[in-house]
C-alpha cells in the first residue's frame, strides 16, 4: 500500500510540473499580440483595418499558427495573447470586443477567433516549437452594452445573478483602494460591471474555471487584466487554482504598491520601470538618472525581478514611435527591453516602428506591415533575443542577475548583466540619430585583458585593454551591445 501511495503521488507531482513555473518563465522572451489584429486565416496581408472603426479586423488563432515562424525568428519563446472568451456580442458606441476585455460568458469562445480545436492546436504547435503559450484573463469586470441601470445579469455566465457582483458605484478616486477594488469602470455608453471577488462562490467558481481552462488548452502562463483592482486574497486563490505562472496587469509607478502584489501573484508587469524609461529615452532631452532608480528600488523592494514583465510599449500605451520617428532611441529602447532584468515584452507591431498613439489607434493590424523581415528593429530584436538566450544557455542565472549601471551620465548609461565570461554588457544612449561619432571608456567590465568581445548589433569585435576596461565607439545614437567572443562561438551570433 505504502508503494502504491507514493506511485500515485509522484504521478500527481509528474502532471502537475507540466505546468510552467515561474523558474521556467524567467527565461523566456513575449511577442505580445491582440489576436484579431496579428494574421488572417486567409494569411491576406492587404485586408483592411482601421483601427478608428474598433471592428474586428479579422485575425484568428489559426492565422497565429500560420504566422509563427515570424515570431521564432525574431528569437522569441513564448507568445501573449488577447482574451479567448465570449465578449458582448453586438456593436456599442465604443466598437466591438475585438480586444477581448468585454467578456460575458467565460464557457464559450469568442468565435471570431476560432474554435476550440484551433486554440488547441495553436498551443499544441507552440509547444512543438518549443514556445510557451500565454492567454489574458479577466477576473475583475464582465462587459455590458449599456448604462448600468440597464445589466441584464441573465446573459452573463456563469455569474447570471446580481448577487454575484458589488453594487454599482463609479470607479472615480484611484487613490482609494477599497473604491478601486469595489467600484466599476466605464460609463453609460459600455460598463463594466464590477465582480463581488471577496464572495466565496465567486471565488471558487473563477477557480474551476481557470483551472479547466488552463488544462483544456494546454496554457503555460497567465498575464491577469487589472490586477489592482480586484482584492489580493483573490489572487493567491486564482493563482493557485490555475497551477501555472501568472503576471499581472498592476498599472501603477510606485515599486512599494506594485511590488506589493508579487505576494499574491508570481509576477508583475514592470509598470514602475516604464515611465522613467520613457524619461530616458522618448526625447534626446531626457535623463537616465530616474530608471537607475527605478531600477534599484524595483531589485530592493520587488520579491523577485527575474520574472516582473518588462515592457515598453502595450495595447494601453502610446507607441514609443508616437513619441519621437528617431529610429536610434527606437533601437535602445528595445535593446533596453530584451536586456534588462525580468522577461521581455515585446507589443506586436513595435518591430515594424508602428507609431499608433492611443486607444484605438496603438491596435493596428501586423499584417499591413507584410510582416517584413527586414525592417531595422526586427533585425535590431533577432540580435538582441539571440544573445539573451545564448547567454541562459550557458548560464541560466544570467536570469537572476542584476542588471546594474557600470557607467552613466545624463544622456547615456552603460550596463552589466550576467556572471564573468558570459556577461552582456550595453550601451544604452538617448543621444539619438543624428549625434556623431564619440568614444566612451568603460572600467569593470568583469572581463581579463586580451579577451575580445562583439557587438552582436554590427558584428565589430573590441579587445578588453590592460586595465580591464573597454574602449568604445559610439556613433548615430546607437546602442552597443557587447558579449564575450568565445562564448558566441558556436552560436551563429555574428556567423561565430
Ligand atoms: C480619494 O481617496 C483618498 C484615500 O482614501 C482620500 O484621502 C481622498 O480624499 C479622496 N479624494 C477625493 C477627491 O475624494
Ligand atoms: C473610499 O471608498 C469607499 C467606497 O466607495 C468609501 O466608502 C470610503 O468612504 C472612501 N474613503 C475615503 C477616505 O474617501
Ligand atoms: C473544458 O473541457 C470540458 C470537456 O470538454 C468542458 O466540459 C469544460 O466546460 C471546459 N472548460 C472550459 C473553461 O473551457
Ligand atoms: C516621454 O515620456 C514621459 C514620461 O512618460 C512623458 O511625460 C512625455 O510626455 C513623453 N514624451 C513624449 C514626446 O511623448
Known amino acids: 500500500m505504502k508503494f502504491l501511495t507514493q506511485a500515485i503521488v509522484a504521478c500527481v507531482v509528474a502532471a502537475t510540473a507540466r505546468a510552467a513555473t515561474p523558474e521556467q518563465w524567467r527565461g523566456r522572451s513575449i511577442y505580445q499580440l491582440l489576436t484579431d489584429r496579428y494574421a488572417r486565416t486567409d494569411g491576406r496581408t492587404t485586408a483592411a483595418c482601421d483601427t478608428q472603426n474598433r471592428d474586428f479586423c479579422g485575425g484568428t488563432w489559426r492565422g497565429i499558427i500560420n504566422r509563427l515562424d515570424y515570431i521564432q525568428r525574431m528569437g522569441f519563446t513564448a507568445i501573449w495573447i488577447s482574451p479567448v472568451t465570449y465578449n458582448i456580442p453586438d456593436r456599442t458606441l465604443y466598437g466591438y470586443g475585438y480586444h477581448g476585455f468585454w467578456q460575458q460568458d ?6 471570431h477567433f476560432g474554435t476550440a480545436e484551433d486554440l488547441k492546436e495553436l498551443s499544441k504547435i507552440l509547444h512543438e516549437r518549443g514556445m510557451y503559450l500565454m492567454v489574458d484573463v479577466v477576473a475583475n469586470h464582465n462587459g455590458w452594452n449599456g448604462d448600468w441601470r440597464t445589466v441584464d445579469y441573465s446573459r452573463f455566465y456563469p455569474f447570471n445573478d446580481q448577487k454575484y457582483f458589488h453594487r454599482y458605484c463609479p470607479l472615480l478616486n484611484y487613490s482609494n483602494q477599497t473604491e478601486v477594488e469595489d467600484c466599476w469602470l466605464g460609463d453609460s455608453k459600455v460598463v463594466l460591471p464590477d465582480l463581488n471577488t471577496q464572495d466565496s462562490s465567486v471565488v471558487e467558481q473563477y477557480g474551476k474555471w481557470i483551472k479547466e481552462l488552463v488544462s483544456n488548452y494546454s496554457i503555460d502562463g ?32 510606485d515599486a512599494f504598491y506594485t511590488c506589493d502584489y508579487q505576494n499574491s501573484l508570481d509576477s508583475v508587469l514592470n509598470y514602475p520601470q516604464y515611465w522613467p524609461l520613457m524619461l530616458f529615452l522618448n526625447s534626446t532631452t531626457g535623463t537616465s538618472g530616474p530608471l537607475l532608480d527605478s531600477l534599484s528600488s524595483m531589485q530592493s523592494t520587488c520579491k523577485d525581478v527575474s520574472v516582473l514583465g518588462t515592457f515598453s510599449e502595450n495595447h494601453d500605451l502610446p507607441r514609443f514611435a508616437s513619441q519621437t520617428d528617431d529610429m536610434a532611441l527606437a533601437k535602445n529602447v528595445l535593446a533596453y527591453t530584451v536586456l534588462s532584468d525580468g522577461i521581455p515584452i515585446v507589443y506586436a507591431g ?9 486607444d484605438p489607434d496603438n491596435r493596428e493590424a501586423t499584417w499591413l506591415s507584410g510582416y517584413s523581415q527586414e525592417s531595422e528593429l526586427f533585425k535590431l530584436l533577432t540580435a538582441v533575443n539571440s544573445v539573451r538566450n545564448r547567454a541562459l544557455y550557458l548560464d541560466e542565472s544570467y536570469a537572476t542577475y542584476h542588471i546594474h549601471a557600470l557607467w552613466n551620465d545624463p544622456n547615456t548609461a552603460v550596463f552589466r548583466k550576467g556572471y564573468d565570461g558570459y556577461q552582456i554588457i550595453s550601451v544604452i544612449t538617448n543621444k539619438g540619430a543624428s549625434s556623431g561619432s564619440w568614444m566612451l571608456t568603460v572600467e569593470n567590465v568583469g572581463l581579463a585583458p586580451g579577451k575580445n568581445v562583439v557587438d552582436v548589433l554590427t558584428c565589430k569585435q573590441i579587445t578588453v585593454g590592460d586595465g580591464g576596461y573597454l574602449v568604445i565607439v559610439m556613433d548615430g545614437g546607437l546602442p552597443r551591445v557587447y558579449f564575450p567572443v568565445d562564448a558566441a562561438k558556436g552560436s551563429g551570433i555574428c556567423g561565430l
Open 222 to 253: 497567465l498575464r491577469v487584466d487589472t490586477a489592482k483592482l480586484v482584492d489580493k486574497a483573490f489572487w493567491s486563490s486564482f493563482q493557485q487554482a490555475a497551477g501555472v505562472f501568472c503576471s499581472g496587469e498592476v498599472f501603477a509607478g
Open 350 to 358: 513595435q518591430e515594424q516602428h508602428y507609431s499608433g498613439y492611443a
Open 106 to 111: 467565460l464557457y464559450k469562445l469568442n468565435d
